[in-house]
């Protein structure tokens, strides 16, 4: 007897309806079980061929050229999200030394990608985690993502700049933070199981977004903004559009791995709040 193909999903609130329908236990035509791992353990596990499918931030997908993106579904934001938030002690031109989330290489390399081109600043970057002010003892500013970020935004006494919305004033286009990957021996009918696990929270939306308030201690109202209205999960062509954008510049800017070195521009500054 076969084993389960193997399944791994992103803890975050962000992730939610993507694997509302694998937490679950829908049925599919193959045998399978679902856990769920921060960003970059998601990434290392596609890697490594652990899994059969895994929701990874996009930077993976280009740095693993044996795993596929299933189309049309991920995580993306036309504007502020939220939950990806560059806080800086000082000026953002003047950031040499930043402390980025140890979770996800995507919102790290979309801050030094956009300071690089707003600003010209190419700061050092610090391994680091949680707490913001462990992160900032070193560093000069740091990025926090997921539920960290949800709930310090506004409240750091910082400079505050939110990613997603910072990448759609500079760049005009959508941002896509991770897609679903499935390495080339993941069984048939993959595709239409991830599908539906979506469909099981669009149909089951207003059962759900209690259960995820109260898991991941955020206020009802902010739930139902930040996944109805500030995130969106199926993916069209301005969503791929602003994908492609970011990786062929991050490439471009020797951000990826094996990708050639060229220097930041200058450009239109981004737009911050304190």
Excluded at 21 to 44: I, V
Excluded at 94 to 112: K, N, W, Y
Excluded at 196 to 221: C, M
Aim: hydrophobic share 45%; with cysteine; net charge negative.
């Amino acid at each position: 007897m076969s084993q389960p193909a193997h399944l791994v999903g992103v803890r975050f609130l962000n992730s939610r309806p993507l694997v509302a329908g694998l937490e679950a236990g829908m049925p599919a035509p193959f045998g399978y079980r679902y856990s769920a791992a921060d960003p970059a353990e998601c990434a290392a596990r596609l890697a490594s061929g652990a899994v059969a499918a895994a929701l990874v931030p996009v930077v993976a997908l280009a740095e693993c050229p044996g795993a596929r993106a299933v189309p049309g579904l991920g995580v993306a934001c036309r504007g502020a999200v939220h939950s990806v938030l560059l806080v800086s002690k000082v000026p953002l031109a003047r950031i040499d030394r930043l402390a980025v989330h140890a979770a996800s290489r995507t919102s790290e390399i979309l801050a030094r990608l956009l300071l690089g081109e707003t600003t010209g600043a190419r700061p050092a970057v610090v391994r680091s985690s949680p707490p913001l002010e462990h992160m900032l003892t070193h560093a000069d500013a740091a990025v926090v993502i997921g539920d960290v970020a949800m709930h310090l935004r506004g409240r750091t006494g910082l400079v505050e700049v939110d990613l997603g919305q910072a990448w759609r004033e500079w760049s005009g286009l959508p941002f896509v933070f991770a897609q679903w990957a499935i390495t080339p021996d993941a069984p048939s009918g993959i595709d239409a199981l991830l599908e539906d696990s979506l469909a099981y929270a669009e149909q089951r939306w207003a059962d759900l977004l209690p259960r995820w308030a109260a898991a991941h201690s955020v206020a009802l109202p902010e739930v139902a903004s930040y996944l109805g209205e500030r995130l969106h999960f199926r993916l069209d062509e301005e969503d791929e559009r602003g994908s492609r954008a970011f990786l062929e510049l991050a490439g471009a800017r020797g951000l990826l791995s094996g990708s050639c070195q060229e220097p930041p521009g200058t450009g239109v500054p981004l737009q911050s709040r304190r």
